[in-house]
């Protein structure tokens, strides 16, 4: 009996099952299982974990039953060397496995996905070794063109000759005409050996199987010039390899040029912000859209209504909506009970402005209340607004993304995965397709209570540069905020055991003061107690201790007298003694003063007694 045969020039796949000592290898066949994907052999010595999870599907149950019924799949013997190994499973020979999830389901005892687990040695993914699979039925592109090594080929020759191009200088002859990640690892470690570093090796690999496997006759195609011009096209045809002057344009594909170009200062927020991302070739679908929409209506296929005629029948593509804040309204400046509807424009013209701002001012001025309002009329709903609050230990980590320790809910065991933060979250929900007009806010609490530099690392740059894009730290892909993204922070001046935010911070935000010594702070807790009906007393009474109190950072605010409890009997004395008393023992620490005579409501009524 033949033995099957190997795909050619893939390598051995490893995985490790948790808590077990030993690995699983196995490698890839040429014979294809029910499924589509290439048959995978388990290797005979692998690890399997004994326990199935709840999780894994019949086929797999099936299976790991089979095999140890007859004798393939057996108990691993006991190492005196490890005691604390946990009992496991260990193949006596090879295995030939429907595909390599199916092998990966029977090592981990749950449902795996085989091209993401199995790993070869220096750690690429099986995946990289897969034909292409299914991709969108159309996509855009980015390839740039106007400095490759220092030669213009947009106006040279792109938009002359009608094509697209990369350079593959020291490519060898592509027999594929859709090679994998891995042929083209290998080729370009052989050919740029010491002609590129490893990073740069790493990017032209990614860009090389962009250009050559996952475009498409029909994609968008883009590029700029020197001139900053944008210039538009569909790509009409496969990918050729061919030789050319100096190797600047050995692989090229045909295109049909727009005549028109498009200034950089006209184009969307959204496509500027792509153009901003440092590589030769970049995926552009997310923003297809917005780039149908330069070119004017476009009209795509509707496969749902034949038309009988022999020709493509279409439907038009929707227009993309703009974004937009609302306007205040009286209702809720009403409800707000703001002193002028102004007030409330200006800080809408600041976030659409801006994007970002800060609400800062002492305890009790309703910082946090007015934000979480303010974002939920903008954005249209509580579902569009998400709140964190900073403190001294909270890192990048937890803001933006990490790696952070997760149970698996199957297995019920830990491994450090990367986790995206509550801003990455937003983001990405902001960004997605359908979402892109529609206004979405994130609330900082207490923003300068933790170290801002440390949490925000390099989206810094970002909050400035709203039009750009970063490397991120951990995933390594290109981000940037997209401008649908607010940011409302708060801030508390009166805590004294923080600094103020930096220069940095600053220039970023605009900062909007709330004070009992301004509007719309100054005269609120008079307009909520008539607005309720009740004695203007405890109105008098806060204004008299905010004008002994002097510093205006320490200033009390109304919501400490804008509660229920506050209005029954003996509740304004006992909220004064055990909430506004302390803050102000604490300014004072360490000078001597006597607070209940000073601060206390006997002395302010006695104050303001009829004389």
């Not at 589509?36 to 399997?48: A, N, P, R």
């Not at 050995?250 to 792509?274: F, G, I, N, S």
């Not at 009286?330 to 409800?335: H, I, K, P, R, V």
Request: net charge negative; glycine share 8%.
């Amino acid at each position: 009996m033949s033995q099957p045969e190997r795909l050619p020039g893939t390598p051995d796949f490893s995985i490790k099952p948790a808590r077990y000592t030993g690995e699983a290898r196995g490698h890839l066949l040429t014979e294809f299982g029910g499924n589509g994907t290439h048959k995978f052999v388990l290797h005979k010595g692998s690890v399997v974990a004994p326990n199935a999870t709840p999780g894994l599907g019949d086929h797999g149950r099936r299976l790991r039953k089979e095999l140890r019924a007859n004798g393939w799949l057996t108990n691993a013997p006991a190492d005196p060397g490890t005691p604390r190994t946990p009992p496991h499973w260990v193949t006596v020979r090879d295995i030939v496995c429907n595909s390599s999830s199916a092998a990966a389901s029977l090592v981990f005892g749950y449902d795996a996905s085989g091209p993401d687990s199995w790993r070869t040695a220096e750690g690429h993914p099986l995946a990289d070794y897969l034909s292409t699979a299914w991709r969108a039925p159309r996509k855009a592109w980015l390839v740039r063109g106007s400095n490759v090594s220092g030669h213009n080929l947009v106006r040279r020759l792109w938009l002359k000759e009608g094509i697209v191009s990369l350079a593959g200088t020291h490519l060898p002859p592509l027999e594929e005409s859709d090679p994998t990640k891995s042929t083209l690892r290998r080729f370009v470690e052989e050919g740029y050996e010491s002609a590129a570093s490893y990073s740069q090796k790493r990017s032209m690999v990614d860009e090389l199987h962009a250009f050559l496997t996952q475009m498409r006759a029909g994609d968008t195609v883009l590029t700029t010039d020197d001139a900053g011009g944008l210039h538009l096209g569909r790509i009409t045809g496969a990918a050729v390899q061919t030789a050319s002057p100096g190797g600047l344009s050995d692989l090229r594909r045909t295109v049909d040029w727009r005549p028109d170009a498009h200034a950089y200062e006209d184009l969307p927020e959204e496509v500027r912000q792509k153009l901003s991302v440092q590589h030769d070739v970049v995926d552009l679908t997310g923003v297809l859209d917005v780039l149908d929409g330069l070119t004017g209506p476009t009209e795509i296929p509707d496969p749902a209504s034949p038309t009988g005629t022999g020709e493509e029948p279409t439907v038009p593509r929707p227009a993309a909506r703009e974004l937009v804040l609302p306007h205040i309204t009286e209702a809720l400046t009403a409800d707000l009970l703001v002193h002028d509807r102004a007030w409330l424009e200006e800080v809408r013209e600041l976030l659409l402005d801006e994007r970002q701002l800060v609400f800062y001012g002492p305890p009790g001025t309703g910082k946090t209340y007015l934000a979480m309002r303010l974002a939920e009329h903008f954005g249209g709903g509580p579902e569009q607004a998400k709140i964190v609050q900073f403190h001294p230990s909270y890192a990048y980590e937890d803001f933006f993304e990490g790696f952070r320790p997760t149970e698996d809910p199957e297995t019920r065991e830990v491994a450090f995965r990367l986790t995206a933060g509550p801003l990455r979250e937003l983001a990405d929900l902001a960004s997605r397709e359908g979402n892109r007009h529609i206004p979405h806010f994130l609330i900082i609490d207490e923003i300068n209570r933790a170290n801002l530099a440390k949490v925000f690392g390099e989206l810094y740059f970002l909050l400035e540069y709203r039009k750009k894009s970063v490397r991120l730290t951990y995933s390594g892909d290109d981000f940037a905020l997209p401008p649908n993204l607010f940011i409302i922070g708060t801030m508390n001046t009166a805590d004294r055991s923080i600094a103020l935010v930096d220069a940095a911070m600053r220039r970023r935000f605009a900062f909007v003061e709330l004070s009992p010594r301004t509007e719309p702070t100054a005269g609120l807790l008079t307009r909520w107690l008539s607005r309720e009906g009740r004695d203007l007393t405890p109105a008098r009474l806060l204004d008299a201790l905010n004008a002994r109190i002097g510093d205006a950072d320490f200033a009390i605010g109304p919501s400490y007298l804008m509660k229920p409890g506050v209005h029954r009997e003996g509740g304004l004395e006992r909220t004064w003694r055990t909430k506004i008393l302390p803050l102000l023992e604490e300014h004072h620490y360490g000078e001597g003063l006597d607070i209940a005579a000073r601060y206390g409501l006997d002395a302010l009524r006695e104050q303001h007694r009829p004389a």
